[in-house]
């Protein structure tokens, strides 16, 4: 069975006191809890700094960002590379987020490109995908998500999935306090496992889909509880110690029951 995954994605959120604060109340939280990998992606100018506090910390907590630029090297002003992110620690990249596709205007291309760059730096992405409201209500979720996974799929071949992270993420549930219900995510998870399988069934069976939109710890369970949900991209509630951690827990013991009911 997979390994559940939970990321906080801290957004535009951050200082020097607050990376300090969080991170140590995360590492105390969370030094005894087992069964679910977690990840931070702090803002890039934080970066190490969080790296620093995780190793007075001693924390097995691991380092994401939350975007890299197309290029290794070079005149681009103000980016950041992905060997730049992997020489400073980071692990998980986001690439692809809603909010990247709607206020940077990033096309599937540009995601495709960075996906490129991560795999070559033998980093992780975390590819997000998702449909807007508008695309939900004229039910076009599945043909969204589908089209998402096929501008990587067809670009560099499904292998290229391999070791990679899927964030389903509806653009309308992002920030809004709306969540679908778990059924309504399990069945998009479902679609999207069952479309990579029709290219390579092992990939599909192994490949981390996770929900993103307004997961908290009231729907966290219901939602780990979902046979094809694998864990969380995780925003505002990230910021929260107690919180964040409440959801880590969560996945952590959903899919330990489900492993225990499969034994059974």
Same mark, same amino acid.
């Given at each position: 069975?997979?390994?559940? $995954? ?9 200082? *020097?006191?607050?990376?300090?604060? /969080? ?37 097995? $907590? ?7 630029? *197309? ?44 996906? *490129? ?5 033998? /980093? ?29 799929? +067809? ?63 009231? +729907?966290?369970?219901?939602?780990? *509880? ?6 969380? $991209? ?31």
């Amino acid at each position: 069975m997979r390994h559940p $995954l939970v990321i906080g994605n801290w957004k535009l959120n951050g200082s *020097t006191e607050m990376v300090k604060e /969080l991170i140590v109340a995360l590492c105390n939280k969370l030094s005894n809890v087992i069964g679910c990998d977690v990840v931070i992606a702090p803002p890039v100018v934080y970066l190490d700094l969080a790296k620093h506090h995780l190793g007075i910390s001693n924390s097995n $907590l691991t380092l994401g960002a939350q975007n890299v630029d *197309t290029n290794i090297a070079g005149a681009f002003t103000g980016e950041v590379s992905a060997s730049m992110l992997k020489d400073i620690g980071a692990k998980y990249i986001i690439i692809g987020h809603s909010e990247r596709r709607t206020y940077h205007k990033e096309s599937d291309d540009n995601i495709v490109k960075k996906f *490129t760059v991560l795999k070559l730096t033998g /980093l992780i992405p975390i590819l997000c995908i998702g449909e807007s409201e508008a695309e939900n209500q004229d039910g076009k979720t599945e043909s969204v998500c589908a089209r998402q996974l096929d501008a990587v799929i +067809n670009h560099l071949g499904v292998q290229a999935l391999e070791n990679c992270v899927i964030a389903y993420e509806p653009i309308w549930a992002i920030g809004t306090g709306k969540s679908a219900k778990p059924t309504q995510v399990q069945a998009v998870h479902k679609f999207i496992r069952g479309y990579i399988a029709k290219h390579n069934v092992e990939i599909a069976e192994n490949i981390i889909i996770l929900y993103g939109g307004s997961v908290n710890p009231s +729907n966290a369970t219901e939602l780990f *509880t979902q046979l094809d949900i694998d864990g969380a $991209l995780v925003g505002g509630a990230s910021l929260m110690a107690d919180t964040f951690v409440l959801i880590v827990k969560a996945a952590a013991q959903a899919k330990q029951n489900l492993r225990s009911a499969a034994l059974t």
